[in-house]
Nanobody, 125 residues
Framework: VHLRESGGGSVQTGGSLRLSCAFS????????MAWFRQVPGKGRQGVAG???????TYAESVKGRFTLSKDWATNTLFLQMDNLSPEATAVYYC????????????????????WGQGAQVTVSS
């Protein structure tokens, strides 16, 4: 499985960005996928996760502002981020949980065994 993020960049407070994660390899529509973020000196924080039947879970801090979606035609996972604040500044990673079978969406980083290289998002005040 290969994951590659794109779409990071710099934006001012209140702006929007859309991250993309192209995935390939042994993928299965039942796999859970998710977005995480990390700032220097802190652990990875789950942002949004997608599971079977298109179910999605969000971290409380991003609900109503971030939207996760997936396009199976292009094998791409998206994260639309609106009304951004400086607290969103981080490296964003997409991840895939390769456990076979039904997957309830989750943000447990220890269960994701495939990761992209990350994309920097910087929000200035």
């Amino acid at each position: 499985v290969h994951l590659r993020e794109s779409g990071g960049g710099s934006v001012q407070t209140g702006g929007s960005l859309r991250l993309s994660c192209a995935f390939s390899g042994d993928t299965d529509s039942r796999y859970c996928m998710a977005w995480f973020r990390q700032v220097p000196g802190k652990g990875r924080q789950g942002v949004a996760g997608n599971g079977h039947y298109g179910r999605i879970t969000y971290a409380e801090s991003v609900k109503g502002r971030f939207t996760l979606s997936k396009d199976w035609a292009t094998n791409t996972l998206f994260l639309q981020m609106d009304n951004l604040s400086p607290e969103a500044t981080a490296v964003y990673y997409c991840a895939l949980d390769g456990t076979r079978g039904y997957c309830e969406p989750h943000l447990d980083g220890s269960r994701y065994n495939y990761w992209g290289q990350g994309a920097q998002v910087t929000v200035s005040s």
